[in-house]
């Protein structure tokens, strides 16, 4: 260490994490769980929707709704 005070070592590193932590949340955490919580959960409920009508369908129609989609 030397020369350098380790408390003002300690608090600039306390300092430079806490920045960084909020920059963290605000610029890349909350926009990526907004994007996730949207799509993603529209995504889980297709899939989920999919394959709970699936047991009820006769396998032409789950074909022509696969074919539907892969259209869009």
Aim: no cysteine; proline share 1%; aromatic share 12%.
């Amino acid at each position: 260490m030397g020369d350098y005070n380790k408390y003002l070592i300690l608090s600039r590193t306390i300092t430079l994490m806490i920045t960084v932590s909020f920059i963290i949340l605000k610029y890349i955490a909350g926009p990526l769980s907004n994007y996730l919580e949207k799509y993603l959960g529209l995504i889980i409920d297709f899939f989920l929707n999919l394959q709970y009508n699936s047991a009820s369908l006769d396998t032409k129609k789950i074909e022509k709704m696969s074919n539907s989609i892969s259209d869009k």
